[in-house]
């Protein structure tokens, strides 16, 4: 799996469960949202909290609460399971990423490289600027996922009418053949 197919997972996951998301950050004391707030803010604070244990284990209690309800459904429950799996190995991918960054960060200032690095503040701008980057990308992919869900409600609707409109076509030419063999009976 790439960083964009996890990170487009774990932001589509976001995007499905938000009002289960938002239970788990006033919880914990991340923040203090409404199930009204919007999905930035959302997103904001899931990504500022990728490295922190007590935060992925919520998101973790999340997604196995969520697919809890399917008792056998085997097939069900073996793709879901591989789902979960992808997304902790997606969600260890980012946070691992996140860390070794700030090890690099925190070893470059303790080193005190300055001169031939960057300054903390330096640091500081180039985490902020990753955080921002991060942002979109699940800002992009939330998107994607919401255009292609009312993609394939626009097929199936499409699929449903021409459906109707073939049902009313057949008991029309029904109705035309049967009175036509009437016609000719009567005769």
Known sequence: MTPGEGVYQYATFVL???NAVIDLINNQG????KYSSPITEVN???IDNLGDDDFITGVQNIMNEGYSNLFGIDDAIIII???VITAGVATAKIITSNQNARKIRQELIREGYRTQYLEEKELNEIAYLERERLQVMFLNAQADFVQRTENEKTVEKKNKEDNIVMVLMLGVTAVIIASALIQTKWK
Do not use: H
């Open 81 to 83: 399971a591989l789902c």
């Open 44 to 46: 904001k604070i899931v």
């Open 30 to 33: 991340f923040g203090s949202l």
């Open 16 to 18: 499905k469960n938000k």
